[in-house]
């Protein structure tokens, strides 16, 4: 069985930076495509970075230049830096992976995801 979980979330003021972590553990997989999504209350989930397993990190508009999506291959983990951040990007932030199992099955596995609230 394969499980993500979503950390590094809190507390910030506008203009601060979190780093948030996606921790991928099991046995025998392969993590492939990460994204990172976020929901905001009364809101639909918005994907904010997706980055490939050979690195290659894509972001909308909304997040460009301020957000930074990354990955350790070696820990199985994806990290999404962001910085100045404003009140909007208050949000539940969770990451979700396209995991290859040992029995050749991939599909996308969601973390529980981790509170995101810039304030004041």
Request: hydrophobic content about 30%; some cysteine; charged content about 15%.
């Amino acid at each position: 069985q394969v499980q993500l979980v979503e950390s590094g979330g809190g507390l910030v003021q506008p203009g601060g930076s979190l780093r948030l972590s996606c921790a991928a553990s099991g046995s025998r997989f392969s993590l492939n495509t990460v994204d990172w999504y976020r929901q905001a209350p009364g809101k639909q989930r918005e994907l904010v970075a997706r980055i490939t397993r050979e690195g290659v990190a894509n972001y909308p508009v909304s997040v460009k230049g301020r957000f930074t999506i990354s990955r350790d291959n070696a820990k199985n983990t994806v990290y999404l830096q962001m910085n100045s951040l404003q009140p909007e990007d208050t949000a539940v932030y969770y990451c979700n992976a396209q995991i290859t199992t040992a029995s050749m099955t991939t599909r996308g596995y969601w973390g529980q995801g981790t509170q995101v609230t810039v304030s004041s």
